[in-house]
């Protein structure tokens, strides 16, 4: 769509942003009227491996957006955890 991010430097400054707030969106980059949260999920060495993501129409996903990205978050660590993760040694 028009929202897809194909700028390099653009790129560059949203993977900036996502590692301060600790998630990603997709603001219908992918799809017209759909919305998407992110969090990373990382192993016990600390390195991202894999990701979860919650999608939806857009109107329903913002009018719950703090929930769902709290949540997020907190799966995601569980996840992590149970990889063996240990927050205190990811290093940014």
Known sequence: TEKT???RVKLYE???KIRACG???DDEGV???????AVP???YTGQVIAAIS???????????RDRVVEELKQVGAMI???LG????????
């Open 14 to 16: 949203e993977f900036a």
């Open 31 to 37: 799809e017209y009227g759909l919305y998407c949260f």
């Open 80 to 82: 992590s955890r149970r």
């Open 23 to 25: 998630y990603s969106i």
């Open 54 to 64: 919650v999608s939806g129409p857009i109107k329903r996903v913002m009018e719950h």
């Open 85 to 92: 993760f240990v927050a205190a040694m990811k290093q940014r």
């Open 41 to 43: 999920i990382y192993n």
């Open 5 to 7: 991010v194909v700028d």
